[in-house]
């Protein structure tokens, strides 16, 4: 079976979408040679290093370095020709994301991450909103089979969509080994000096986007610093997304802004020290369809804070304090609890690690294979 896999996402600088795309493919190559790979992506920022390092003798790379707009234009309303013109004849079209290009009569697989943009509409521009529904409808009608990467996701889409119970199929994404690797010592004196870390600091990681919530995150930990003698800083790394300003308006105008930290883009050697060296961890999502930072900070043995909602709940349950996000001085109290219990840290550290070991590539890539077998 010949599967057309997309790259697009796996980029330079890449997030969620991109890092799961990268092992995925890693695992299915690593595992087995029964079938035949064409690598497909469009992207000026593709990370060509790593998709070139992925050939071997059952697999081709097709590149198209042209902008993201020519993709979208092509792949969502030209419609035309056939993708098979450009690369070949192909079984399957495997998609990292929920879009697909013209295949014609071609089996296809996407991955559907999450409905934060119908489930929340208002934390982002209603255009984007209504283009996105439009087409992540159209490639659904068309697929075969569709991932999702939790069960909370798979209900979602079946509520949101009427979509076909029995067409979707839950792939837990595994986590980068990176990120439960021992302490190195050296690597993480680096890093704390790179960024000029304080000793002790709690730790956001995600996209600056509304449905992060990390006003509330802000909010709540003024009011932590407030209840006593509490020397640690927040430390949130993340790039800018939509609808940030108020985001970065939050953080700026904090009383405590001096003991907050805000980052950019960071590396994922850097990202796996800052993980190990944080006392905690504190994701108030409102919305998750995985929520890759939780199950990152688990596998790093760092406990964590996140939500009782979405798919937080289902993968921080009996390994992590859940909250809920709305209120913040449940968060102020989780924190509190942490910063006071060493014991406390020490038992979700143990539970976080046993809970990162089930999202592993083995199970993924198993997951994946059956799913190719079933056509």
Same mark, same amino acid.
């Not at 979509?163 to 993480?188: C, G, M, N, Q």
């Not at 430390?235 to 953080?251: P, Q, T």
């Given at each position: 079976?010949?599967?057309?896999?997309?790259?697009?996402?796996?980029?330079?600088?890449?997030?969620?979408?991109? =890092? @799961?795309?990268?092992?995925?493919?890693?695992?299915?190559?690593?595992?087995?040679g029964r079938h035949t790979y064409i690598l497909h992506g469009w992207s000026p920022e593709l990370d060509v290093e790593m998709i070139r390092s992925f050939i071997r003798p059952n697999v081709r790379l097709s590149i198209a370095r042209l902008p993201g707009t020519v993709k979208r234009v092509y792949w969502n309303y030209l419609r035309m020709p056939p993708i098979q013109t450009l690369i070949g004849q192909f079984d399957v079209f495997h998609s990292a994301e929920p879009l697909l290009p013209p295949i014609g009569n071609k089996k296809a697989?996407?991955?559907?991450?999450?409905?934060? +943009?119908?489930?929340?509409?208002?934390?982002?521009?209603? /255009? /984007? !909103?209504?283009?996105?529904?439009? $087409?992540?409808?159209r490639a659904l009608r068309r697929a075969d089979a569709v991932t999702v990467l939790s069960e909370n996701t798979r209900s979602d889409?079946?509520?949101?969509?009427?979509?076909?119970?029995?067409?979707?199929?839950?792939?837990?994404? &595994?986590?980068?080994?990176?990120?439960? !690797? !021992?302490?190195?010592?050296?690597?993480?004196a680096r890093v704390r000096q790179k960024f000029?870390? &304080?000793?002790?600091?709690? $730790?956001?990681?995600? /996209?600056?986007?509304?449905?992060?919530?990390?006003?509330?995150?802000?909010q709540a930990f003024e009011m932590f610093q407030e209840t006593g003698d509490r020397s640690i800083s927040l430390?949130?790394?993340?790039? =800018?997304?939509?609808? +940030?300003?108020?985001?970065?308006?939050?953080?700026n105008t904090s009383a405590v802004c001096k003991r907050i930290i805000l980052l950019d883009y960071v590396a994922d050697a850097d990202l796996a020290a800052l993980y190990r060296m944080a006392m905690m961890f504190v994701f108030p999502s409102l919305y998750e369809g995985h929520g890759y930072p939780v199950v990152e900070a688990m596998a790093s043995g760092t406990p964590v804070i996140t939500s009782n909602n979405s798919s937080l709940k289902e993968i921080g349950e009996g390994a992590a304090? @859940?909250?809920d996000a709305e209120k913040i001085d449940e968060l102020v109290e989780a924190m509190r609890r942490l910063f006071d219990s060493e014991d406390l840290c020490k038992e979700l550290s143990t539970k976080g690690r046993q809970r !990162? /070991?089930?999202?592993?590539?083995?199970?993924?890539?198993?997951?994946?294979?059956? $799913?190719?077998?079933s056509f």
């Open positions: 079976m010949i599967i057309a896999y997309d790259v697009s996402q796996i980029r330079l600088q890449r997030a969620g979408i991109g =890092r @799961l795309a990268a092992m995925q493919l890693q695992g299915l190559l690593a595992s087995e697989i996407i991955s559907f991450n999450d409905s934060a +943009y119908y489930k929340f509409p208002q934390f982002y521009n209603k /255009t /984007t !909103a209504r283009k996105w529904d439009y $087409l992540y409808r889409l079946i509520e949101m969509m009427n979509f076909p119970p029995e067409k979707i199929h839950v792939v837990r994404p &595994p986590t980068d080994p990176i990120f439960s !690797a !021992a302490e190195k010592p050296e690597e993480e000029s870390l &304080p000793d002790r600091f709690m $730790l956001f990681v995600g /996209t600056l986007e509304p449905r992060k919530n990390i006003p509330r995150l802000v430390v949130i790394v993340g790039r =800018r997304g939509w609808l +940030y300003e108020d985001i970065l308006k939050s953080i304090i @859940l909250v !990162a /070991t089930l999202f592993s590539v083995d199970n993924a890539v198993n997951a994946i294979l059956k $799913l190719y077998d």
